[in-house]
């Protein structure tokens, strides 16, 4: 399998300026199935960082600045036909950074990297501007319009829980609309934005429009690029601490800032749902990726009237999950991104035991006896029996995990529901039509999910409220952040 990791044994550079440039410093990309070295990243300095930024502006002001909408599309498209052109490649870079496995991989992350330049290449097409006639007091009146032009040069900063996915969910509506960018993935999965860069530059992208830059947050790229005077904007997905942190940096600057930020996800079952739906979108909503997705969940209400057999269901699909090779085509759900990712899930539980919670099942370190033991899984694990005040029911944990209480009013539900600091996503299981819409209008998230979980449409506007982000993004949304309108008013 790591012979056919693009780039294994070597070292991932830096994209900037049209030319794949090194580091005096690199660091180890590990892969967390058995903890071992996939190969060196090149970490971008602060001079990096700055000539990356200097490329960006002087590319707006060159051939891309002045490329037509139709020729910005086309490119665009080119970029996915690019990514598809590599398919394997993307999955088996992906696989080794992530651990996750092949299945979701190969349906999921790497199709949506291609499919989020595609959908935005083309919503960028029917991008309208406003338009008002404006009574004056002479009668001739005014005209005013909007244009959109570019942000300028974004900074797009990406997490490592589906890294091409949530970094193309950002690049993409940002060079749609005309900005130039730098990229910086995580530190812990550097390589698919590697091949994304070479892929750029297979297709023509014009020197500049495109960089891309490795490191951490704190003391590296991260913080060299959010307080760098000549990004205008950032957009981020990650921990609401790290959106914090940005914030402030950016603040120097007065820099444009879209989040997408952590996730406390609550899900309601009603004793009038489909039981078996219910507990298949559950078991879905709590362990896929490893629960490593914003909009997991990680707390239950269920109806007390099925609570005892809802949880005896879910039990019994958490010990079916099969845990193991990403290649294996048996393999449910891969390791946890990291070791020091594991300790910290691993806190939690013995936090959740230190408090008295019941432990369902889990709540260890699965043993295989062979090398996966070097690797960071731990057990699908449920919880029942702490109070709402617990550190495990009020913070999140990122892993494949979730508590589950008991309620029995409606009105109890949706309490207990938006008692939290988070608000990214609810999941509401009903067979009740006004059950349904009453509840999930009540939710205080950005998306409430009503008998599924991660069904997507990327034109519906995606974000959270409370610490889980600021703005929105998604089809229009997207294209409006990126993008600064100018009013032009007509005298007539
Ligand atoms: P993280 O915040 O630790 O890191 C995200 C990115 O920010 C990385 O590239 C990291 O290097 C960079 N970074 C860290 N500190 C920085 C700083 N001070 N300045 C600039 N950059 C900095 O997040 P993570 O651990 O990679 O991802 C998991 C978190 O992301 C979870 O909290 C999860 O809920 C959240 N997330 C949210 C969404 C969403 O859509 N709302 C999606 C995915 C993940
Ligand atoms: O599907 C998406 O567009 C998206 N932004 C998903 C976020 C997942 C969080 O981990």
New binding site residues.
Partial sequence: MYESVPHAGGVLHNYVNGQFVSSDTTFANINPVDGSEINQVAEANADTVDAAVTAARQALEGDWGKMTLEARCALLHRVADGIEARFDEFVAAEMADTGKSFEQARTIDIPRGAANFRIFADLVKSQSSECFQTPTPDGRGALNYAVNKPLGVVAV??????PLL?LT?KLAPALAAGNTVIA??????PATATLLAEVMHEVGMPVGVFNLVH????G????F??AHAGVDA?T????????S??MK?AADGVKGLS?????KNAGIIFDDCDFDEAVNGTARSVFTNGG????CTERLYVQRSIFDRFVEALKQKAEAINIGWPLDENTDMGPL?SHK?RDKVLSYFDGAKADGAKVITGGGVPVFGDARDGGAFVQPTIFTGLAENARIVRE?V?GPVCHITPFDTEEEAVALANNSNYG?AATVWTSNLQRAHRVAQQMEV?IAWVNTWYLRDLRTP???VKL??VGREGGVHSLNFYSEPTNICIKL
């Fill in positions: 900063i990406a997490p490592w829980n589906l949530l969910w910086k993935p995580s530190e812990e999965t490191g951490f947050g704190p590296s790229a991260g913080e690029l959010t950032v981020f997905t990650g921990e609401s601490k790290t959106g942190a940005i940096a989040f997408e930020l952590g996730g490593q997705v914003c909009l991104i990712h999140e990122f990214l950005g995606f974000g959270g889980s982000g």
